[in-house]
């Protein structure tokens, strides 16, 4: 079982910036991949970026050049940079790890962009 812990949301203007940050515990391989989905009222959940044991990382579309996903593995923690933050990355986003023995989910942080 794997347990993780988010903290990191809130409410920001326009243009303004968010970290979020995930903590892992339990039990845990070196090959995993973490990262963060999103769901906004009405929509589907959507993969925001991950990043694997090795670093790469993954990002949609939408936050390109806006978002950077970073991990530190010693800490067992994934992070979120969040910049140029627009109302449309309003949502409660989910902190995942992932092995070959399943997928975990946070209990995810509400994202709240608005002035």
């Known amino acids: 079982q794997v347990q993780l ?3 990191g949301g809130g409410l920001v203007q326009p243009g303004g910036s968010l ?3 995930c903590v892992a515990s339990g039990i845990i391989r070196s090959d995993n991949t973490m990262g963060w989905y999103r ?3 009405g929509k589907e959940r959507e993969l925001v970026a991950s990043v694997d044991w090795t670093g790469i990382t993954n990002y949609v ?10 991990r530190d593995n010693a800490k067992r923690s994934v992070f979120l ?9 309003t949502a409660v ?7 070959y023995l399943g ?13």
């Open 39 to 41: 769901q906004a009222p």
């Open 103 to 115: 997928r975990y989910w946070g209990q995810g942080t509400q994202v709240t962009v608005s002035s």
């Open 93 to 99: 986003y989910y902190c995942y790890f992932e092995s």
């Open 81 to 89: 940079q969040m910049n140029s933050l627009k109302p449309e990355d």
């Open 61 to 70: 579309d939408s936050v390109k050049g806006r978002f950077t996903i970073s």
């Open 19 to 21: 970290r979020l940050s």
């Open 5 to 7: 812990a988010e903290s």
